[in-house]
């Protein structure tokens, strides 16, 4: 009961702020929830890890920037052409679908690349295996679409009346923003960290 009244308090908390954001159409305060929206996720990302929390949110919150960004601004302004640009409707729901992903890759990448490093591994090996490992619930979901689930995307689409071949279309886009902004962000982040487990690792 606890559960099932937060969620629904967060989420008409959620609905009256999304409707106040999307009738004022203001670039600053889209920016302003994006920002929110890439701190929040590089400091979740790593409440696994057991190395310094100072040395890798950074490394972390830079990673999710280009990542999470570039697919952003590739989504938004070359494949769906928004006007203005900063069209919140379309802009916040795909940034947290982005940012999202990102934060949960790289939050799977740090916890299996440590337990590897813990368990003797050289860093290049654990890293490798953190890659693959971050990965294994988009390529998961990517052989499962459609056969074994609907994503909630194209289902919402279906029953609101829309097209199924059309649906289908934003469904392809978004397990492809997902899967690239997944693998990016995480390879960016595993370079980025390398000199400082590798120090550990040797002292």
Do not use: D
């Amino acid at each position: 009961m606890y559960a099932v009244g937060r969620m629904v308090i967060q989420l008409l908390l959620v609905g009256y702020f999304l409707a106040f954001i999307f009738a004022a159409e203001n670039a600053w305060i889209v920016l302003l929830v994006l920002t929110v929206m890439v701190l929040s996720s590089s400091w979740i990302a790593l409440r696994t890890s057991q190395h310094k929390f100072s040395r890798l949110f950074p490394k972390a919150l830079v990673s999710i920037l280009i990542g999470g960004g570039t697919v952003l601004l590739l989504i938004t302004q070359a494949v769906l052409e928004l006007s203005p640009w900063y069209k919140p409707s379309y802009m916040i729901p795909i940034a947290g679908m982005i940012f999202a992903n990102a934060m949960n890759s790289i939050s799977l990448a740090v916890e299996r690349l440590e337990s590897e490093l813990n368990r003797g591994a050289t860093y290049e090996e654990a890293r490798v295996i953190a890659f693959q490992t971050s990965l294994i619930p988009i390529i998961n979901s990517l052989l499962a679409v459609g056969l074994v689930s609907l994503p909630g995307m194209m289902t919402g689409q279906i029953l609101s009346g829309v097209s199924p071949l059309i649906a289908v279309r934003y469904q392809i886009m978004v397990m492809c923003m997902i899967f690239g902004s997944g693998g990016i962000t995480t390879a960016i982040f595993l370079y980025l960290i390398r000199s400082g487990y590798e120090k550990t690792q040797s002292v």
